[in-house]
């Protein structure tokens, strides 16, 4: 039978290509890329529980229009709600972590706060480092969990996969493109302190052409049905998948 987690390429992902195809894509209409990634992110952002999984898939879904050579539209980044309930899983799966993270972190401060003046110095430096050590700790952990659900949400829209399938999937393909996944990640994130730089703005600037360099990363290591198959896809293959 056939057994969609295993469909995947190795070693395909060379991060400044990635970068260079995803700029000469954007280049020419960078102005609605912009405005599909920027509205996706700000409207995810309102109940970002609820709604931020739909709208990333919604930015997925018209990033590979673009990356199949078909005109980018608003009406397609709504349609992310179409894969509400495995992006909102997905979600979960993400955020919650930070929640706790966060509320973590915030205990101790909070415990600073009530003991006031009855802290030493001594009491409260090593406060301060532990807080420290525990978001170091979940940063490293979060990071792990980010890069290996990479491509999660491009799996819901493209593959029509399950929360849980397109997490296990993900870690599988970024586990098989470890290298090729860091050095993805570094090129976004310098290019992230770049855009900062440029007062502060500029990091809003960047984020369509990270976005996109993604999308097509994910191509490359799960290519359109169309190419890996000489005919078409076997039933069982849309079985696994739903």
């Not at 190795?10 to 890329?33: D, F, P, S, T």
């Not at 870690?171 to 992230?192: E, Y």
Request: hydrophobic share 55%; aromatic share 12%.
């Amino acid at each position: 039978m056939f057994e969609p987690q295993q469909e995947f390429t190795v070693g395909k992902i060379k991060a400044m290509e990635c970068y260079r195809e995803a700029w000469e894509m954007v280049r020419g209409q960078y102005l609605m890329v912009f405005a599909v990634v920027i509205v996706g992110m700000i409207v995810g952002s309102l109940i970002p529980l609820i709604i931020l999984g739909p709208m990333v898939c919604g930015i997925y879904l018209c990033l590979f229009d673009m990356i199949d050579g078909k005109p980018i539209s608003f009406e397609k980044l709504f349609k992310g709600f179409d894969y509400f309930l495995p992006s909102f899983l997905l979600t979960l799966v993400i955020m919650v972590p930070i929640i706790i993270m966060v509320i973590l972190i915030y205990i101790p401060l909070i415990g600073v706060a009530i003991a006031g003046q009855r802290m030493s110095q001594e009491e409260l430096l090593w406060m301060i480092i532990g807080m420290l050590g525990i978001e170091l700790v979940f940063a490293v952990i979060m990071t792990v969990i980010h890069t290996l659900v990479i491509f999660s949400f491009p799996l819901i829209v493209d593959r029509k996969t399950g929360a849980w399938e397109a997490i296990k999937l993900s870690a599988r393909a970024v586990w098989a493109n470890k290298g090729g996944v860091g050095a993805l990640f570094g090129v976004g994130f310098l290019l992230a302190i770049l855009g900062y730089l440029v007062f502060c703005v500029g990091i809003y600037l960047v984020i369509p052409i990270i976005i996109t360099a993604t999308a097509i990363a994910y191509r490359k290591v799960f290519p359109p049905l169309v190419e890996r198959f000489s005919s078409p896809p076997p039933p069982e293959f849309y079985d696994n998948v739903a």
